[in-house]
T-cell receptor, first 108, second 113 residues
Framework: KNEVEQSPQNLTAQEGEFITINCSYS?????LHWLQQHPGGGIVSLFM???GKKKHGRLIATINIQEKHSSLHITASHPRDSAVYIC??????????FGKGTKLSVKP | GVSQNPRHKITKRGQNVTFRCDPI?????LYWYRQTLGQGPEFLIY????????DSGLPNDRFFAVRPEGSVSTLTIQRTQQEDSAVYLC?????????????FGNGTRLTVT
């Protein structure tokens, strides 16, 4: 079993829809990252959180430490949101363990 | 941002390759990851300053990385094999207590023929 599991693996949505991507992990962590990877490989850090909730524009990330679960929400989705979204968890030693990613496609 | 070169490298099996990563200048931590198609990045090694704080992800002794002056890092793969074909990603972050956001380079795509 992978230490970081994301669901769904693939997601297709219509423009304007509310989107949720889930991440569950089985290891103790110090922080959880949500990353966005566009075709061509560039990875951008969206959020880093260790508790509660963070919001940036149309993106919201939440984490429940007790349940070892995090969600990334996108409100009013747009075709430019199409990308792979990756959850990564970090332990106290500095290493990060990555999920396999969720491929999101938003259709106009 | 974080700069990696070359962007692409095609090499024949058995050759050595070296990749370079220039992190953001004030970033103390530097990470190397490997990503194959359809998978998330896989940890290889991370540096705190000049020293390798964790090299547990290096798959075998053909892989090694250095960061001699605490800034630029190189990753070398000796006697390349076809299974080494992947995108090699570098990332850097500030050293703080715990974690700070990662900044990734665009990666080096290695193809071993």
């Amino acid at each position: 079993k992978n230490e970081v599991e994301q669901s769904p693996q693939n997601l297709t949505a219509q423009e304007g829809e509310f989107i949720t991507i889930n991440c569950s992990y089985s290891v103790g962590i110090s922080a959880l990252h949500w990353l966005q990877q566009h075709p061509g490989g560039g990875i951008v850090s969206l959020f880093m959180l260790s508790s509660g909730k963070k919001k940036h524009g149309r993106l919201i990330a939440t984490i429940n430490i007790q349940e070892k679960h995090s969600s990334l929400h996108i409100t009013a989705s747009h075709p430019r949101d199409s990308a792979v979204y990756i959850c990564a968890v970090g332990g106290s030693q500095g290493n990060l363990i990555f999920g396999k990613g969720t491929k999101l496609s938003v259709k106009p | 941002g974080v700069s990696q070169n070359p962007r692409h490298k095609i090499t024949k099996r058995g050759q050595n390759v070296t990749f370079r990563c220039d992190p953001i200048s004030e970033h103390n931590r530097l990470y190397w990851y490997r990503q194959t198609l359809g998978q998330g990045p896989e940890f290889l090694i991370y540096f705190q300053g000049t020293g390798a704080a964790d090299d547990s992800g290096l798959p075998n002794d053909r892989f090694f990385a250095v960061r001699p002056e605490g800034s630029v890092s190189t990753l070398t793969i000796q006697r390349t094999q076809q299974e080494d074909s992947a995108v090699y990603l570098c990332a850097s972050s500030r050293q703080t207590r715990g974690f700070s956001p990662l900044h990734f380079g665009n990666g080096t795509r290695l193809t071993v023929t």
